[in-house]
């Protein structure tokens, strides 16, 4: 019985790392919308701080929020747009015909989310230190905490998205496009749980991302790195991933089941 | 020796349904290794749900499907990286080079030399002077060598080929046929052909299986069927299947 290969996962990143160089429209792509909300939310703050002085004292809250709202959403597109890609490509028959285990797709799925990402997310990161003085990499430990969960929620999303579109074909797509904007307003990316209504909070909390935020404010606003938000988070993504990989298993059963593996299409 | 135990591909009493609709009633053979053999019938007649069960893709509502002795798709992984199969329905992805193509498929594959592979494979099928250029910019011909070298990546044991020389000029088609041939006899090679080519079948396949409606309605040797039904050519006899002269036989094997 053949294990788990690094191999054959460096193979399909290979795949996707041919592509993209291949292309610079995708390459465009991933830095395009990053560096536009960064401008826009950058901007805004600077307009209130200028007029309000509980923002003079939380300083580069927006960017902060807009910036790991990027890597939450970036990172589960990076996952499913290579997912997509062999849909595209019409190559998924080719992909699950060969040795390759669905854990190790899903492993080049999560290198791939992280290499774009990286192509994504640095240079806006530096532009923001540029045009508003705003360092996320200065949040140091702090960030890593807010990195690992914001991309483990990501990836147990795009595992779900991707067993979808195994189930369903293209007709799925735009869960893969949309999906994430769900959490947006629940996960209260620009505004305190606190906000929330009562009952609302309660489905906020069950998100992992939610801590996140949570966090994030509490560094930039009140100075203090909470590492119980972070623990409860990392507690939270634990079950999602769990439930994430278990859906696609179940998915993927169903569409050999159902035939939808040779139906690639709407 | 059961015959169950020592064939290549082994299909018994296959069942598929879909809700109501049944894309293959209770099917049986077994393919010895080494043969080429052909699976013919019109559309929905089942040959692409038999090929997808026994490549894995597909679960069998009912019936077992045996490849090199694993059970599809429970043990597949056991087998795949000794089968491999082409396809009109699927590509590759077209950005790559042929080059990276077969690189990517080759490390899938788990080939050891992976870059004399593919300089073995480009020889035999005359991809030398288009290994660097994007898949998705070949002519349709090109395309479809590649494709072949694509299935023989891994020198696989067991082959699945559906409409090997579709969109090729008779030339190329003849070339790509000698080639699969010559390959499936040094290697020993178990080849299941899907095609509508019934000169092709003829050129190629030491057995024919016909397909109708989800069963299996005829199993022999060319020669034999083209004797049974008396006509000259394998195209008549499907035409004489397919317009309902052939009889349904449950499990058969010549």
Known sequence: ???????????????????????????????????????????????????????????????????????????????????????????????????????????????????????????????????????????????????????????????????????????????????????????????????????????????????????????????????????????????????????????????????????MGE | MDATATAAISVDRLVKTYGPTTAVGGISFQLMPGTITALLGGNGAGKSTTIATIMGLLTPTSGTVRVLGAEMPRQRYRVLHRMNFQSPYVDMPMRLTVRQNLRVFGELYGVADVEGRIAELAAALDLVDILDRPAGKLSAGQKTRVSVAKALINNPEVLLLDEPTASLDPDTADWVRTHLERYCRARGATLLLASHNMGEVERLCERVIMMKRGRIVDDDTPQRLLARYGRETLEDVFLDIARGRGEARETTSP
């Open chain 1, 1 to 263: 019985m053949m294990e788990f290969s690094v191999r054959r996962v460096a193979a399909m990143v290979r795949r996707y790392w041919y592509l993209l160089r291949s292309s610079w429209p995708r390459i465009l792509d991933l830095i395009y919308w990053p560096m536009v909300q960064m401008l826009m939310w950058g901007f805004l703050q600077t307009y209130i701080q200028q007029n309000a002085g509980f923002f003079v004292q939380a300083s580069g809250v927006f960017i902060g929020s807009v910036l790991l709202w990027d890597i939450l959403f970036r990172g589960q597109l990076g996952f499913s747009i290579s997912f997509l890609e062999e849909m595209y490509a019409r190559n998924l028959g080719n992909i699950m015909m060969s040795p390759l285990r669905p854990a190790e797709f899903i492993a080049a799925l999560v290198v791939m989310s992280l290499i774009r990402l990286a192509i994504g997310m640095i240079p806006v990161t530096l532009m923001a230190m540029a045009f508003f003085g705003f360092n996320l990499w200065g949040l140091g430990f702090a960030l890593a905490a807010f990195f690992m969960n914001l991309m483990l929620t990501s990836w147990a999303i795009g595992i779900l998205v991707a067993g979808l579109l195994l189930r369903n074909g293209l007709g799925a797509e735009t869960l893969a496009w949309t999906f994430m904007f769900l959490l947006l307003p629940l996960c209260c990316v620009y505004y305190p749980v606190s906000v929330l209504p009562d009952w609302l909070q309660w489905i906020a909390w069950m998100l992992p991302p939610t801590y996140v935020f949570e966090g994030m404010r509490a560094l930039l606003i009140d100075h203090v790195f909470r590492a119980d938000l972070m623990m409860q988070a990392l507690a939270l993504n634990v079950v999602l991933f769990a439930a994430g990989c278990t859906a696609f298993a179940l998915l993927l059963r169903s569409a050999r089941h159902y035939g939808t593996l040779l139906q």
